[in-house]
């Protein structure tokens, strides 16, 4: 029987059994591992425990560096039924995007070069054309995310002045971010008018005075009044704003540049549509129903773009090559919509339809079953939604699993153990049972794949 003297040292580990973990890891790193090994095992032996050997310890080792090493940032499978999913990323780019992104990271780029001139050039340009073309704008600029957007804006063609907004538009989105705040933040007075459920053009007019700044019209993509309403349309309200001599600022949030009607989806109002509408300026974001990276687009008349470009907060929201070469390989897709279903992998899944989940269901339904010896499977219907704000009372008919178990927390059991995987399965809970929504499953062998893992 060993005893604590037969422990060997850190230097014979790495001279030994322990020199492929320095080799991988770097000796520094696997130096500090081993001797967290040997204290364990020092403490586990005072305490009756048995003394290991060498590979013992280099196991024990490796066991810490390998969980080390795994990033934080890990793909996980999105079974949740909300395509658009915040906490899980969003949009999932085109390979397009992808290629282009990697292309940029690889090698040095014109990014603020002038390949014709020589001289300096503006990181814009590279997608400036491309948003105008698509929107219908005189001009554009691109900052890291749309709530960057309406920051800036705000500070550059409103700060020290007022902003009017009717109360039914004063919304909050995820992580708390509230329009009121943002104007605050902005150095900009927030003025409200009409009620929260009606607000008339009499109120905008009402509003106007000397020290009005800008009037705001903010797109409810995160909730729904409904009942007793009026609202004033944006073609109304930009004549209203053209009176008054201020622009008129519509936030859409989660902005698309394609009619979602042709695929039968539920109609959303398009950039080239609020900017047609009389719009001065037009915010919108990237990586919700455009279906590219996180970004904030900012289109609308050019000499109020060339005032947001000077503003120095510009400087501080833009963005890098990465993302800039992403944004551009994303926008020239939409030049062929005929094929944006196949290539742009947000609206593929937005257009799955409902026979084809529940084919897939079906599928998977034996074999997952014999993976979850201790639960009960079922295929069921299911209500997907696009999520991110997008359209937040419609839904979309999909299906998928039910799994559900023995004891009331079957399912917050089961639900951590498939969190636990080495791809994460993220599913959510119902009626007593785990559902995994199959919406956004790229192919069996994805879910199958993960399964398998112990």
Known sequence: MRALRDLPSV????????AALAERFGRVTATDALRQALAAARTAA????????????VAAAARQLEAGSESALRPVLNLTGTVLHTNLGRALLAEAAIEAAAEAMRHPAALEYDLTTGARGERDDHVRALICELTGAEAATVVNNNAAAVLLVLNALAEGREAVVSRGELVEIGGAFRIPDIMARAGVRLVEVGTTNRTHPRDYRGAVTDR??????????????????AAVSAPELAAIA?????PLMNDLGSGTLVDMTRWGL?????????????????????????????????VGRADLIA????????????????RLAAIEATLRLYRDPDRLTERLPTLRMLTRSRDDIAAQAARLLAPVAAMLPDYTVQVIDCASQIGSGALPV?????????????????????????????VPVI??????????DLRCLPNDGALLGSLSHP
């Open 11 to 18: 230097d014979r580990l790495l001279a030994g059994p322990g």
């Open 46 to 57: 005072k305490d009756g425990g048995e003394v290991p050997d060498a590979d013992t310890l």
């Open 212 to 229: 009005t700044g800008l009037m705001m019209k903010v797109h409810p993509s995160n909730y729904r009044i409904e009942g007793f309403t």
């Open 242 to 246: 053209t009176d008054a001599g201020v």
């Open 266 to 298: 539920p109609a959303e109002p398009t950039v080239r549509q609020a900017v047609a509408e009389g719009a001065d300026i037009v915010t919108f974001s990237g990586d919700k129903l455009l279906g590219g990276p996180q970004a904030g687009f900012i």
């Open 307 to 322: 005032r947001i470009n000077r503003n120095p907060l510009k400087r501080a929201l833009r963005l890098d090559k990465i």
């Open 394 to 422: 419609e839904t979309l008919p999909s299906a998928g699993l039910a799994i559900s178990g023995q004891g009331g927390d079957a399912p917050e059991r089961l639900a951590a153990r498939l969190r636990a995987l080495p």
């Open 427 to 436: 599913g959510r809970i119902r009626d007593g049972a785990l559902i995994l």
